[in-house]
């Protein structure tokens, strides 16, 4: 079903096939720089698509993708936390954060000697050839990484791989009847694990996921209203 509506935003509306050559763009960047199974990929920004297409591309490379960065973070933080994870790439947004519009975060990035590249939604690939590689095959290789909190203390990291994130998936797809005619919207923040619960609920049933990131002007009720949404989750 490459011409099924897929993924959607405020700003973008994905059919299957456009979101795979999507994918697979960004895989091929990765791939040109280095960037492969077992290297970690942030993202620091909005609840845009390019972070799920950010996140499928780190799986299909076997690359551990790490989506937990908050907005209420500051500059100082995230620098901290792509030290400890050895980031090999960050995907964000100007203007993210608590303090972005104060801090040089460019230079700061620049101190990270992991950190190879820099991506934002302008600059992610949207153009892919065939990769030439077939995708990642070991599903219980790390997949994703989550950062709690830190109400109790330092932040601590939690490792999922495609297993532990499907086998939740497939129980609700299963006790909910999600199936390819779903449309899913979560108005979690992507930072959050509830939108990757929805994800996950989305790969597995093959219909449409939205992002709560409605259109500028529109009301939260009325993005609800306007993409028909079957299940609404966060």
Same mark, same amino acid.
């Given at each position: 079903? *490459?011409?099924?509506?897929?993924?959607?935003?405020?700003?973008?509306? !994905?059919?299957?096939?456009?979101?795979?050559?999507?994918?697979?763009?960004?895989?091929n960047d990765f791939a040109e720089r280095g960037i492969e199974a077992g290297d970690r990929v942030s993202i620091? %920004?909005?609840?845009?698509?390019?972070?799920?297409? +950010?996140?499928?591309?780190?799986?299909?490379?076997?690359?551990?993708?790490? *989506? @937990?960065?908050?907005?209420?973070? +500051?500059?100082?933080?995230?620098?901290?936390?792509l030290k400890e994870l050895q980031s090999s790439a960050l995907v964000t947004e100007d203007g993210w954060g608590a303090d972005r519009a104060q801090r040089d975060f460019a @230079?700061?990035?620049?101190?990270?000697?992991? !950190?190879?590249?820099?991506?934002?939604?302008? @600059?992610?690939?949207?153009?892919s050839g065939a990769t030439g590689r077939n995708p990642h095959a070991n599903p219980d290789s790390i997949a994703y990484l989550a950062f709690t909190s830190g109400t109790t203390g330092r932040p601590k990291c939690v490792m999922h791989s495609s297993n532990?994130?499907?086998?939740?998936a497939r129980d609700l797809v299963r006790d909910w009847r999600v199936d390819d005619r779903a449309v899913i919207l979560t108005?979690?923040?992507?930072?959050?694990?509830?939108?990757? /619960?929805?994800? @996950?609920q989305w790969l597995v049933g093959g219909g449409e996921l939205v992002t709560d990131?409605? *259109?500028?002007? %529109?009301?939260?009720?009325?993005?609800? /209203?306007? +993409?028909?949404? +079957?299940?609404? %989750?966060?």
């Open positions: 079903r *490459p011409d099924a509506k897929a993924l959607r935003d405020g700003h973008a509306h !994905l059919d299957w096939g456009t979101l795979k050559a999507r994918v697979d763009a960004l895989a620091w %920004m909005s609840n845009r698509i390019e972070a799920v297409i +950010t996140f499928l591309a780190c799986s299909r490379e076997g690359i551990a993708c790490n *989506p @937990s960065l908050h907005r209420s973070y +500051t500059c100082g933080e995230i620098v901290n936390l @230079s700061m990035l620049a101190e990270l000697p992991s !950190l190879r590249r820099v991506y934002t939604p302008q @600059s992610l690939p949207c153009e532990t994130l499907l086998a939740n108005l979690s923040p992507l930072s959050h694990h509830i939108a990757w /619960v929805a994800v @996950s990131l409605a *259109p500028q002007g %529109m009301s939260r009720l009325d993005w609800i /209203v306007e +993409t028909e949404a +079957t299940y609404v %989750m966060g």
